[in-house]
């Protein structure tokens, strides 16, 4: 009898330890503190897709941020030197108009006239600039003769330069502009049909480091 219940009583202790057993191993595992770890966790300031530093709106990033800073030059001729406007932005304007091809006859009068140093160093200036077409309606012999003239060049090319920057908001009908020729400059119009005396602005609002620029399609001449 005494057989029967040690037997019975080793059943059990062995039923018992198998159960036990089977119970650790079934056990779901818990994380350990290095598998939870902020700096893998996707909801982590460094992973979100909408931090500060990858978002797409943010100023660094946005394609709009500097796309305004400053205001284009407006009128009919300005297409035609749009390439160059960046390159003469940080230029003085006695530099800055051998940079524009459609303004070359006019730069080189510049330098005949010994002004493109005095154009270069001088302080918030606005120049009418008569494009190269302007140039060419004035007879060859004339043109030369012109340029042969240093002092008649240089009344001539000062005529088209006011002392301080003009925006277009300045440029209305009737405005009067001080040359530094001595003489005066008569606003008349508006839009794309102003006129500078008797001479169209085709381009306006060219910006260089020093002066506001406005291609003209005609010489100006002194009073």
Known sequence: ?????LAAALALAAGATGTAGAAVHTRTPVPSPEETTPEMSPTSPEMSPTSPEMSPTSPEMSPT???TAAASPSGPGCSAIEGNLAEVADQP????????SELSKLSEAV?????????????DITVFAPDNKAFDAIPKEAQDKLMANKEALTKLLSYHVVM????PSD??????????????LTVKGSGDNLTVNDAKIV?????????????????LLPH
């Open 1 to 5: 009898m005494k057989r029967v219940l």
């Open 65 to 67: 941020a500097t796309a």
């Open 93 to 100: 304007v006695g530099t800055a108009l051998s940079k524009f």
């Open 111 to 123: 330098k005949k006239a010994g002004l493109e140093e005095k154009l270069d160093s001088a302080t």
């Open 164 to 167: 301080g920057k003009k925006a």
């Open 171 to 184: 440029l209305v009908e009737g405005a009067t502009l001080k040359t530094m020729q001595g003489g005066s």
């Open 203 to 219: 381009c306006g609002g060219v910006t260089t480091s020093n002066a506001t620029v406005y291609i003209v399609d005609k010489i």
